[in-house]
Nanobody, 114 residues
Framework: VQLVESGGGLVQPGGSLRLSCAAP????????MGWYRRAPGKERELVAT???????NYADSVKGRFTVSREHAKNTVYLQMNSLKPGDTAHYYC?????????WGQGTLVTVSS
């Protein structure tokens, strides 16, 4: 099972990026999809998740700036990132959880720098 991530890149502080992650259509009954990140020298941390019923959870550091959303028909999850800060620089990883399944994407690099 492979997740297809896209949308990372270099952006100036205060800018925006949108990440997307598509799971195969063969995955049914997805319970939750979300995003995690690992900054240089730090452990992986939760950024945002969204469940099948639309419930969301955010890290305190991104509340009010990031928005996670999901398109059920395409098994796709998005992360809209606004007001980006240098501290948001990290590899961002998509995660999909379904019955008997916990899948990670390959990661996409987000660099916030002037």
């Amino acid at each position: 099972v492979q997740l297809v991530e896209s949308g990372g890149g270099l952006v100036q502080p205060g800018g925006s990026l949108r990440l997307s992650c598509a799971a195969p259509g063969s995955i049914f009954s997805i319970n939750a999809m979300g995003w995690y990140r690992r900054a240089p020298g730090k452990e992986r941390e939760l950024v945002a998740t969204i469940t099948s019923d639309g419930s969301t959870n955010y890290a305190d550091s991104v509340k009010g700036r990031f928005t996670v959303s999901r398109e059920h028909a395409k098994n796709t999850v998005y992360l809209q990132m606004n007001s980006l800060k240098p501290g948001d620089t990290a590899h961002y990883y998509c995660n999909v959880q379904a019955p008997y399944l916990d899948v990670w994407g390959q990661g996409t690099l987000v660099t916030v720098s002037s």
